[in-house]
């Protein structure tokens, strides 16, 4: 079956192209999550207290039943009412139970029309946050802009906020890598599940497409580029955004105590990851379901309900990592542990963990812990030094150690990251061109401090291993983020040689 329609390409002119516009983009998707997160907690809140007074209702309900069909009994029986204490006439009494009976109906109507209201308006609220991600998830300029950004702009790590702040953007990120991951995935690999199998050769067939701007892909065409957003990435998009909105859930909060980020024992581990699961399964089916549209024909209605339960379900699927099969479950495994290094919200933190983060997947690969071909590709296009990341190198042209900032996803050798360059002579220095910092010139690598000519001494006192620096210390302090991500789409390498 068919399982799109002729989408309308409109949106695809809201996707910014202008440092400036990006930014501004990322703080309003920034912005209307942490806005869903405070109402998820409403929601649940309010869907336990809609439960227990359902319970109430329908207790109440079946009680009157059972007293008027007692009323009603009797008179069969006997021909006549009986005398019923404290009532003046059992028809009028009757007549109360019946009122108490259609109040108590009417009430559920209310609950069903608010739950169904505020579930149309998370929908639409969800719709056009996703929307708005997937509008910066295009190309690897737009995508290095995304990623980078929310790593530069993290809490420093003796900041109070840094994990309340982490734990908010965290599934952001972590939705970003795993829409890139899925892509790299797609030109590479045969997926084996029934949806993801279905839509993509409903959507692209053959062709050779791709959103990376591979120099062997072509371009999406504007219809397949909606479709593929509405049918392959939305519903990626929106189980990884929720998979632990769960956590918001009362269950989850009785646990934390009070303390989001402290160290839980074995078996209360346990018994959160279940509630978040159980609740972020709630959230989805319950608190954003499917959307809410009227139909002339109900061969229609009924077409369009199997396509988005199916896409419901294959969402629910994302969500499950004990159950699912390996290719789904590590589409957002792996970015999570990268993730972890990245946003981290641990309380004692050293930003140099985040160099790790390549050195733990790449072990855990060889280990069988991940699946090998994803883990490849992911490791390819993040690279050794992290997006948003410090290095220092050796400028053959200033003959200085110089500070960049790892600019560019998909560094054609993992260890030399394309980075802006904002110091030269060790004065903050910017320019629209990035420099390709080649191996042997980076400090990070023993061979080129042993290369140099200098003494071990000016490292380890000046530099200090392992001969990085954190970049967020001068994000925005030193250097503007609309200045860092102009690039005039020139590279020079650390070796002075243009590109």
């Known amino acids: 079956m068919k399982r799109f329609i002729q989408y309308q390409t409109d949106r695809l002119s809201a996707i910014p192209n202008m440092a400036s516009a990006i930014s501004k983009k990322i703080s309003e998707f920034q912005y209307d999550y942490r806005k869903m997160l405070e109402e998820a907690s409403l929601f649940f809140e309010k869907h336990y207290e809609y439960e227990a007074e359902l319970a109430q209702l329908n207790k109440k309900i079946v009680a009157y039943q059972e007293h008027i069909d007692i009323v009603e009994n009797y008179r069969k029986e006997k021909g006549k009412y009986p005398l019923i204490k404290g009532q003046r006439s059992a028809q009028r009494y009757l007549e109360k139970l019946h009122q108490k009976i259609d109040e108590a109906e009417l009430r559920i109507k209310q609950i069903a029309a608010e739950r169904l209201k505020a579930r149309g308006e998370r929908y639409i609220s969800l719709e056009k946050l996703i929307d708005n991600i997937l509008d910066l998830l295009d190309g690897p300029k737009i995508f290095s802009q995304f990623l980078g950004t929310m790593v530069l702009s993290t809490p420093l790590p003796n900041e109070t906020v840094r994990c309340t702040r982490n734990e908010k953007n965290k599934p952001i990120y972590i939705t970003a890598l795993t829409v890139a991951l899925f892509e790299e995935a797609r030109l590479f690999n045969q997926f084996t599940s029934p949806y993801l199998k279905q839509a993509l050769s409903d959507i692209i067939g053959y062709d050779k497409v791709s959103l990376m701007q591979r120099h062997d892909y072509k371009p999406f065409t504007k219809e397949q580029k909606m479709a593929y957003r509405e049918e392959v990435l939305k519903p990626i998009v929106k ?227 392992p001969y990085v620096w954190n970049a967020n210390e001068v994000w925005e302090v030193q250097v503007p983020a609309l200045v860092f991500w102009k690039k005039d789409g020139t590279t020079k390498n650390s070796n002075l040689a243009m590109l």
Do not use: W
Not at 302 to 319: R, S
């Open 239 to 465: 189980a990884t955004l929720l998979r632990h909105i769960g956590s918001y859930a009362p269950h989850a909060e009785a646990i934390y105590q009070g303390n989001r980020f402290r160290l839980l024992d074995v078996e209360q581990r346990n018994k959160l990851l279940a509630g978040i699961k159980r609740n972020s399964y709630l959230y989805l089916r319950q608190g954003v379901g499917l959307p809410q549209r009227r139909f002339d024909k109900k061969e229609e209605r009924d077409e369009f309900f199997e396509i988005e339960n199916a896409k419901l379900d294959f969402m629910t699927q994302l969500l499950d990592f004990d159950n699912q099969e390996p290719e789904l479950r590590d589409l957002m495994r792996i970015p999570m542990v990268y993730a972890s290094f990245m946003l981290s919200t641990k309380e004692e933190y050293d930003y140099r963990n985040m160099y790790r983060a390549y050195d733990i997947l790449k072990d855990g690969m060889k280990q069988g812990e991940y699946n090998a071909n994803f883990c490849a590709l992911f490791l390819r296009m993040v690279g050794r030094f992290p997006l948003g990341s410090g290095v220092y190198f050796i400028s053959h042209e200033t003959e200085q150690i110089e500070k960049g900032i790892v600019s560019s996803l998909f560094p054609k050798n993992p260890e030399e990251p394309y980075v802006k360059q904002i110091t030269r002579n060790h004065i903050q220095s910017l320019s629209q061109t990035e420099v390709l910092v080649v191996r042997s010139t980076n400090i990070y690598f023993e061979s080129t401090r042993d290369n140099s000519g200098l003494e071990e001494v000016v490292f380890t006192q000046r530099y200090q291993p």
